[in-house]
T-cell receptor
């Protein structure tokens, strides 16, 4: 596609439910990032991939969060046993090569945990 | 904890006024980027600064990278309502970390 695509656009989950958020980066982009953005805040780094390798997962808030990019293209962010504090917009971004180049963002998935 | 501190957090001005927003860190970055984000969308890149002391202009926007590559500023001349949005700085060192942003409102 022409840009980074994220799905679903909105997700409402009951506390304790597992969710999976999908990111389709721009075709051929090597680097992929996940960020969490709380209302009124800047994006907080979660994790970073180069191709299929997860180079940095230091931003994942707990072991309930898991991300994968098995074929170096589409990525999934999974949150197990969701909590209310997980409510946020989850942004995915990709860049052509290294992790310090221009990032192209998707529109995000807004997760609401009730 | 944000690696980059942005100030002010909120700024509300009248159309035609000038403004400056700041991005500060104790870390040195290989480059620094400024993004603008509108509600319901992801951030969009405005500029990348790479060299210490570098100044870049984008129409009414002027970006400066500090000599030590730890801080940056964004100056907007004659602000317009269309400049309203969340301005984010991001520092690059193998990956990209963002500040909390400055939320700018320009009133007509």
């Amino acid at each position: 596609g022409a840009g980074v695509s994220q799905s679903p656009r909105y997700k409402v989950a009951k506390r304790g439910q597992d969710v999976a958020l999908r990111c389709d980066p721009i075709s051929g982009h090597v680097s992929l990032f996940w960020y969490q953005q709380a209302l009124g805040q800047g994006p907080e780094f979660l994790t970073y991939f180069q191709n299929e390798a997860q180079l940095d997962k230091s931003g994942l808030p707990s072991d309930r969060f898991f991300a994968e990019r098995p074929e170096g293209s589409v990525s999934t962010l999974k949150i197990q046993r969701t909590q209310q504090e997980d409510s946020a917009v989850y942004l995915c971004a990709s860049s052509p090569t290294g992790g310090d180049e221009k990032l192209f963002f998707g529109s995000g998935t807004q997760l609401s945990v009730l | 904890t944000q690696l980059l501190e942005q100030s002010p957090q909120f700024l509300s001005i009248q159309e035609g006024e000038n403004l400056t927003v700041y991005c500060n860190s104790s870390s040195v970055f290989s480059s620094l980027q400024w993004y603008r984000q509108e509600p319901g969308e992801g951030p969009v890149l405005l500029v990348t600064v790479v060299t210490g002391g570098e100044v870049k202009k984008l129409k009414r926007l002027t970006f400066q990278f500090g000599d030590a590559r730890k801080d940056s500023s964004l100056h907007i001349t004659a602000a317009q309502p269309g400049d309203t949005g969340l301005y984010l700085c991001a520092g690059a060192n193998n990956d990209m970390r963002f500040g909390a942003g400055t939320r700018l409102t320009v009133k007509p």
